[in-house]
């Protein structure tokens, strides 16, 4: 379900409309890393990564490109619309990291459209000098060449050393057919291919070491969505990718790269749950003068311009990115958004109350003319503090008739009316964790502008009230021995600060996404780890641990 | 795993009335071994009108409703005089109607069904033709390489119809060579498909070791099973492909196609040379016919067989002169009367009989060819069917249409009851002077196309619409239609009842034939 769409069902139906439908909610909180003696077993590390998983499309289509080289990137280009939707059937991003939705097994339709793709890739990367040249056999194609070309086309198709006995069935083939094409295809065809396998080594215990071939896939498709490039190719190969520093330098060279920043906006993007296809849907006069779609696109860059500049340029903390008031406006309707005025794409600093990655435009954008108090709530619910939020129970009750005279807008703000009529008992048991944190956004609305007052459209999108904004939100249920009330946003956003469960979650986040998989009891250390960084380290060595740690050396037996 | 074999010919030394068909049965099978049959449509076009009494077996006995009648074929039964030996394979799936009267086309080739070539001076004709209406019809769900095949036996030509314009050939054996070009389709035309196989068969043992790696946990080992699935199968159906290729590149006909490209005039007053020429002709189109079907090239063929006006009838007479003329023109006194009654029997009965046994013996050979060729869903080509021969003229004797001849085989999946349906008006009595022998029938010929194509899965917002006309289904009723009966004429309310007018009448299926229900 879109945000927006999310948004209308909340909006509408509020509490009641949910009891058949069965959302809401019970408050999960996760044991606060700090508060307790460290639970990490160094034996158990990297022994929540159990499966192997298939390549998402932009893993897929860069693999491809990186494989066949420049000279058959058109080809690879023209390949990639063979494979519809159903091929890749998860986000790029999965922003719910449910572990069903993760692309773990290659489709029919991935199976159909991978046949047809490298049917023509490989036909003509057997007749491309370029190409054949990359693996070391210029033309004319004779064997000892030719086998030259399969083992190192084979060994970076299947990231690992080729199998002496793999090759041997190959150049059989070859003498037989002398059809390379269909030989390069084959490669293609093997599950290694399309999908991240790990053999392992040895096994120690209830793991298993992985070859350095393994650990620099991890590193890789960790960093820049792509296989190894020949830097990290070659520290596997002489064996250097066996210490946690000699796998930093190489997370650290590849997050630096286009790639790996691409990577962390990505990243950043994901956390805030930012759909770039999402738009906010507003009344032309709540709208007035904004152009909306102009704000939503100038927002998205100014979103991925602030992460560059806390990560790249400050080597700023976690506070500076909920924090930092810097902002980047390269058009009018976003500087007179952020109360600036120049929108050349310069930073400067916001003289409104937004600040960080939260309090930023990209994030707020979104609901119809009443702000939508209860999706910002769960949202920071469940992807700033990292609660788990489960089902809603009436124990059989029914809810209370609203009276439509509480839910009139021209009368009441937004807030009392959400307040109204999610205030059964039954609904408080979710909603009275939810609502207070959206009420303290109050002064941001559906397209992110601050404002003072909740303006009030009729049925005929005229003006029909304005009332005054309320934000201080009171029993906000942080965390045990947290700030409980807050004035502001702005306030919020330091209390969140304040608290542990921000920085647990940040970390948890990161290794969800780096993952792409659920987290689960064996991550306890790199999760400790993790939230200690969140606390004092800068966010540019928070992405870099979450990949270069421990556990990327091992997977579960 | 990738199987080679050599060019196949399929339909090689075809003799007698069975034939062997050693390629497409199992090539059918496993092509589309998936897919349900498509429905297809073929008609052939009779030399003019049939004459009753060797057209049709005796009325049968088992009274089923309000003038109509049923019995059922077995395997193996010869039907009639002219329905003879090559029918008896396929007789349990032939439907024999009569009494389906009342066409609303004429006999100087304004068929409905599928025209023929315009008589010289003639204006063009206007009205869609049924095998032109299926052509572009939901028969196809995407466009097929030939939408109609259309051959005249007479001439030996034929044409296809492609992307709305018909392209001709001098011959059936030129438009086989137009469907069927020859290649080399191992090295050339499914090259690509060849490359993808070699890589399958290389990748799938592969794929088996990893699978069964020391290391492989339990999730993983179960995902790699299925992709090795997905493989293996997408080889099958790659194999598949190839063979329907390679079978269809050049499927092979049987000699005689060495006889063609034959342009009967060039055999004028050499019936010998002209019967064997036309002998080869009707093999070849048959074979044709059925790999068109069977590769799929395309799912509508209309051949008439007509010899009408030719000058190859049996003592250099036309057809016309036999199968007409024997039995209304023959007593100059009486130019409109039915003789039937004086060449019963006669040598002029038996040289009729001949030369419609020779053309329906052809039909019944193409029917048991289809019925040997196996198709997607394990039925036969002709199973998935309807090959409907017959003409838009009743009897031989008279210019009417009270009662066409009409044989269909195959049930198009099981859309019609096979049999020997009669719907003869039960209050008939031939006229005095015997004028005329047909049978009046109740049902009319407008709701048999429309069963037809209510069978083929059209809906009628197909058919009621087209080009020139009010649809199929609209009756058009002349006065040429008087029906005798013994207090003088019936009236066709007395005959067809609401069966005439009226959006129910147009969408109106042949009841107890059509298994649907008798509307849309």
Not at chain 1, 487 to 492: F, R
Not at chain 2, 190 to 216: F, K
Not at chain 2, 302 to 326: C, K, L, M, V, Y
Not at chain 2, 332 to 346: H, L, T, Y
Request: charged fraction near 25%; glycine fraction near 8%; include cysteine.
């Amino acid at each position: 379900m879109s945000r927006l769409t999310t948004l209308l069902a909340w909006s509408l139906v509020a509490c009641h409309g949910n009891v058949e439908e069965a959302p809401p909610f019970e408050i999960v909180t996760p044991p606060v890393p700090d508060a307790a003696p460290s639970l990490c077993d160094p034996a158990d590390r990297g022994r929540s990564h159990r499966d192997s998983r298939r390549l998402t499309r932009g893993e897929f289509e860069r693999t491809l490109t990186a494989l066949f080289g420049p000279s058959l990137e058109d080809e690879v280009s023209r390949a990639m619309p063979l494979f519809p939707e159903e091929a890749f059937d998860v986000p790029e991003v999965p922003k719910d990291f449910l572990p069903e939705a993760l692309p773990r097994a290659v489709s029919e339709a991935h199976v159909d459209a991978m046949i047809q793709a490298s049917t023509d890739l490989a036909r003509r990367a057997a007749a491309d000098p370029e190409f054949l040249a990359q693996y070391g056999c210029p033309m004319p194609l004779e064997r000892a060449c030719v086998a030259t070309l399969l083992r190192n086309f084979t060994a970076r198709a299947h990231r690992r050393p080729t199998d002496e006995a793999e090759l041997e069935r190959l150049l059989r083939a070859w003498d037989e057919t002398g059809d390379l094409a269909s030989l390069l295809q084959a490669t293609l065809l093997s599950p290694r291919f399309a999908m991240l396998l790990e053999d392992g080594g040895e096994a120690d215990g209830e793991r298993v070491r992985l070859s350095d071939f393994e650990v620099a896939v991890r590193i890789s498709y960790a960093a820049v969505e792509g296989p190894p490039d020949d830097l990290l190719w070659s520290a596997a190969e002489l064996g250097e990718l066996q210490t946690v520093e000699q796998v930093r330098a190489h997370v650290e060279r590849l997050l630096e790269s286009e790639a790996g920043r691409a990577r962390v906006r990505r990243f950043f993007r994901s956390w805030m749950e930012i759909d770039p296809t999402s738009r906010a849907a507003v009344s032309d006069a709540f709208r007035g003068e904004t152009d909306s779609a102009r704000l939503y696109e100038d927002a998205l860059a100014d979103f991925d311009r602030f992460v560059d500049y806390v990560v790249w340029e400050l080597e700023g903390t976690v506070d500076d990115l909920f924090t930092d008031t810097t902002v980047f406006p390269s058009s009018a309707e976003l500087a007179e958004l952020y109360g600036v005025v120049g929108s050349d794409g310069e930073p400067q600093f916001a003289s409104t109350p937004h600040q960080g990655i939260l309090l930023r435009a990209a994030t707020l954008i979104g609901g119809l003319n009443d702000s939508p108090i209860i999706l910002r709530g769960v949202f920071l619910r469940r992807r700033i503090l990292c609660d788990t939020l489960g089902a809603a129970d009436f124990d059989g009750n029914t809810p209370s008739e609203d009276d439509p005279a509480f839910l009139d807008r021209s009368v009441h703000p937004n807030r009392d009316v959400v307040a109204y009529r999610t205030r059964d008992e039954a609904c408080m048991r979710c909603h009275a964790f939810i609502n207070p944190l959206g009420f303290a956004l109050e002064a941001f609305d559906s397209l992110g502008r601050f404002r003072t007052e909740d303006r009030v459209f009729d049925a005929e999108d005229l003006p029909s009230a304005a009332h005054p904004i309320e934000t201080r939100a009171e029993a906000l249920a942080i965390e045990d021995g947290a700030r409980d009330e807050v004035d502001s946003a702005g306030e919020l956003v330091e209390a969140l600060l304040e608290s542990d469960k921000l920085r647990e979650c940040a970390g948890r986040t990161l290794l969800r996404f780096h993952a792409m998989r659920e987290d689960g009891p064996d991550d306890v250390c790199l999760l400790e780890e993790q939230s200690a960084l969140a606390r004092s380290a800068t966010v540019r060595e928070l992405l870099v641990h979450g990949i270069a740690n421990e556990d990327i050396f091992w997977r579960n037996l | 795993m990738l199987m080679q074999r050599g060019r196949r010919h399929f339909i090689r030394g075809v003799a007698g009335s069975m034939l062997a068909i050693p390629f497409l049965p199992s090539l059918s099978r496993t092509a589309r071994a998936d897919e349900a049959s498509p429905k297809r449509f073929v008609s052939i076009r009779s030399l003019y009108g049939q004459p009753e009494q060797l057209f049709y077996p005796g009325r049968p006995s088992n009274e089923v409703g309000d003038h109509v009648r049923h019995q059922t074929f077995a395997a193996g039964d010869v039907i009639s005089p002219i329905l003879g030996e090559t029918f008896a394979p396929v007789a349990h799936k032939l439907s024999i109607l009569r009494g389906v009267g009342l066409c609303s086309g004429d006999h100087n080739n304004h068929t409905m069904l599928a025209p023929g070539p315009r008589p010289e001076g003639q204006p063009p004709r206007t009205r869609t033709s049924m095998d032109e209406l299926l052509a572009q019809s939901s028969l196809y769900d995407s466009p097929p390489p030939h939408r109609i095949l259309r051959a005249q036996v007479r001439t030996g030509h034929g044409y296809s119809w492609r992307d709305g314009q018909r392209q001709p050939y001098d011959s059936v054996v030129a438009l086989y060579r137009r469907l069927f070009p020859s290649s080399d389709v191992e090295d050339d035309a499914t090259p690509r498909d060849l490359q993808a196989q070699r890589a399958l068969n290389l990748a799938l043992p592969g794929v088996e070791r990893v699978r069964d790696g020391r290391q492989i946990g339990r999730a993983d080992r179960e995902r790699l099973s299925n992709y090795l699935q997905m493989l293996s199968d997408a080889e099958r159906r790659l194999e598949a492909r190839r063979q329907r290729l390679l079978a269809c590149s050049d499927p092979g006909l049987s000699g005689t196609v060495a006889a063609g490209p034959g342009n009967h005039e060039r055999h004028a007053d050499r019936y010998h040379l002209y019967l064997e020429w036309k002998n080869a002709a009707y093999d070849t189109l048959a074979e044709l016919t059925v790999a068109a079907l069977a590769c799929d090239m395309t799912r509508v063929v209309s051949i008439s067989a007509s010899d009408f006006g030719s000058r190859h009838g049996e003592n250099g007479s036309t057809f016309h002169q036999p199968s007409h003329w024997t039995y209304q023109h023959r007593d100059p006194s009486d130019p409109g009367g039915d003789n039937i009654a004086f060449v019963r029997g006669s040598d002029e009965e038996a040289r009729v009989l001949r030369m419609y046994r020779f053309v329906a013996g052809k039909v019944g050979r193409l029917m048991s060819l289809m019925d040997s060729v196996v198709d997607a869903d394990g039925s036969t080509l002709l199973d998935g069917s309807l090959v409907y021969f017959g003409n838009e003229l009743s009897g031989a004797a008279g210019h009417h249409d009270y009662s066409m001849p009409i044989v269909v085989a195959g049930t198009a999946g099981g859309r019609i009851q096979p049999g020997y349906w009669d719907f003869t008006f039960s209050g008939y009595a031939r006229r005095a002077r015997n004028r005329f022998f047909s049978a009046v029938g109740t049902q009319v010929y407008a709701n048999f196309l429309v069963t037809l194509m209510h069978a083929l899965g059209l809906s009628p917002d197909e058919w009621e619409s087209v080009q020139g006309g009010a649809g199929f289904g609209q009756i058009r009723v002349s006065n040429r239609y008087r029906f005798g009966g013994p207090s003088g004429d019936w009236s066709f309310e007395e005959i067809y009842g609401d069966n005439v007018t009226g959006d129910a009448a147009r969408r109106r299926t042949i009841p107890y034939w059509f298994t649907d229900g008798s509307t849309a």
